[in-house]
């Protein structure tokens, strides 16, 4: 059984955290849902948090399975959300089962790179068994206190997302914790873009509507994978954020929420998208991204410049 934590109440939304981190990174999401009605259901992923790992290799598709059941469970089918290894996973279950969910929505998802796939080779001899090569257990104490140090930073305060970064700081001193870590990044690493199994070969089946949210501050997940989703989903929408990073945001936290909020809404009820939301449109290569304003004033948030050639995994040529 996957743990999860519920804010609010209404029609449901399922919410998927990044690699290493757990539901309480939602709390933030979860009341800022709860004001526009929605009820939020933040998971633990299997190996994550309170949700024990299967014995077996922390693929998208073995991950996604509780999910799908999670979400069979529910009164109506569910609007599924996920950050990182989040979105990867919510897209694997949106395919796997389109008619157990309501839309999903991916915030700088994990795919497949396109190109220099090369680079992820020796992914392939990061085994759980390596966890027992660091004995982190043995310092726990100080990983606490550097974990507490870290979460009570000024600019941590108001991120609720990099609070349970700084927790993981901490968690690591788990065998457990390592193991299912180093095996979900061992099989993201080593997604297959093409073929049967291939996330890049199925992405174009997609059967539920479909949003792609992008932050332009993202050093980890480059924007430009926008173009190759719009090449097999052109009816997706995708939105570019200029304030947002991947996962540490400070108090622009709240731009991602309110804005995945708006896309939530909107999925449910496209007639009532919001009036808002700036009309304003950025390109990457051949993929047009709506812009949502940022919502905190500081001096980093003009709106971006993004050059036409893409990123590691948006080469236009690689498919």
């Known amino acids: 059984?996957?743990?999860?934590?519920?804010?609010?109440?209404?029609?449901?939304?399922?919410?998927?955290?990044?690699?290493?981190?757990?539901?309480?990174?939602?709390?933030?999401?979860?009341?800022?849902?709860?004001?526009?009605?929605?009820?939020?259901?933040?998971?633990?992923?299997?190996?994550?948090?309170?949700?024990?790992a299967p014995d077996l290799p922390l693929r998208p598709d073995v991950l996604a399975q509780p999910v799908i059941e999670l979400a069979r469970s529910l009164e109506s089918p569910p609007v599924v959300v996920g950050l990182s290894l989040g979105g990867r996973v919510a897209l694997e279950a949106a395919l796997s089962a389109p008619d157990a969910f309501r839309a999903v929505i991916g915030i700088a998802p994990g795919l497949p790179w396109l190109r220099y796939r090369f680079l992820v080779r020796g992914a392939r001899y990061l085994t759980?068994?390596?966890?027992?090569?660091?004995?982190?257990?043995?310092?726990?104490?100080?990983?606490?206190?550097?974990?507490?140090?870290?979460e009570a930073s000024p600019y941590l305060r108001d991120d609720e997302i990099a609070q349970a970064g700084a927790r993981l700081v901490y968690f690591l001193s788990c065998p457990a914790t390592r193991a299912s870590f180093l095996s979900a990044a061992r099989e993201l690493a080593l997604d297959p873009p093409h073929g049967e199994s291939g996330f890049w070969t199925r992405l174009p089946d997609l059967a539920v509507p479909a949003a792609f949210l992008w932050g332009e501050r993202d050093q980890l997940i480059s924007p430009g994978f926008a173009?190759?989703?719009?090449?097999?989903?052109?009816?997706?929408?995708?939105?570019?954020?200029?304030?947002?990073?991947?996962?540490?945001?400070?108090?622009?936290?709240?731009?991602?929420?309110?804005?995945?909020?708006?896309?939530?809404?909107?999925?449910?009820?496209p007639a009532g998208a919001e009036s808002g939301v700036d009309p304003t449109v950025h390109a990457i290569?051949?993929?047009?991204?709506?812009?949502?304003?940022?919502?905190?004033?500081?001096?980093?948030?003009?709106?971006?410049?993004?050059?036409?050639?893409?990123?590691?995994?948006?080469?236009?040529?690689?498919?």
């Open 1 to 52: 059984m996957m743990f999860h934590r519920e804010w609010g109440a209404g029609a449901p939304v399922i919410a998927l955290h990044p690699l290493g981190l757990d539901s309480s990174g939602f709390e933030g999401f979860g009341r800022v849902l709860a004001r526009r009605g929605l009820r939020t259901l933040a998971a633990d992923l299997p190996g994550f948090g309170r949700t024990p």
């Open 128 to 150: 759980p068994d390596v966890a027992s090569w660091l004995p982190l257990e043995r310092v726990w104490p100080v990983l606490r206190w550097l974990a507490g140090v870290l």
């Open 227 to 269: 173009h190759p989703v719009a090449r097999s989903l052109p009816d997706a929408c995708q939105v570019l954020m200029p304030c947002v990073g991947h996962w540490l945001n400070g108090p622009h936290h709240r731009c991602l929420a309110e804005a995945v909020a708006g896309l939530v809404a909107e999925l449910h009820d």
């Open 285 to 319: 290569g051949g993929a047009r991204l709506r812009n949502r304003p940022c919502l905190v004033a500081d001096t980093m948030t003009s709106a971006p410049t993004i050059p036409a050639p893409l990123a590691v995994g948006g080469d236009r040529d690689a498919r």
